[in-house]
């Protein structure tokens, strides 16, 4: 059975730091490519960061590019994404989702930056 569990969230003020992390199972981890995808409140589901894990080639969407850093540990089935700078509209549910036959998600983990 796939699983993808989020953890890490919390609140910061702004120019803070977190780091989240997306720990899976049920799959072979270096076959696939992990993203991190975000929800506003009232927002739509965007992706912001996506790594293959095979390779370590990475992609990360402009608002985030030079703050937020994805990274995998093969050796824990896990993908993280290293937040720093923080501003309030990063306030959001962060999700990780896996794409295979299906597409797999995780339950998310709640960020909110204070300014």
């Known amino acids: 059975e796939v699983q993808l569990v989020e953890s890490g969230g919390g609140l910061v003020q702004a120019g803070g730091s977190l780091r989240l992390s997306c720990a899976t199972s049920?799959?072979?981890?270096?076959?696939?490519?992990i993203t991190w995808f975000r929800q506003a409140s009232g927002k739509e589901r965007e992706g912001i960061s996506c790594i293959t894990v095979s390779d370590g080639s990475t992609y990360y969407i402009d608002s985030v590019k030079g703050r937020f850093t994805i990274s995998s540990d093969n050796a824990k089935n896990t993908v993280y994404l290293q937040m720093n700078s923080l501003e309030p509209e990063d306030t959001a549910v962060y999700y990780c989702?896996?794409?295979?036959?299906?597409?797999?998600w995780g339950q998310g983990t709640q960020v909110t930056v204070s300014s």
């Open positions: 049920g799959f072979t981890f270096d076959n696939y490519a």
């Open positions: 989702r896996l794409v295979d036959k299906y597409e797999y």
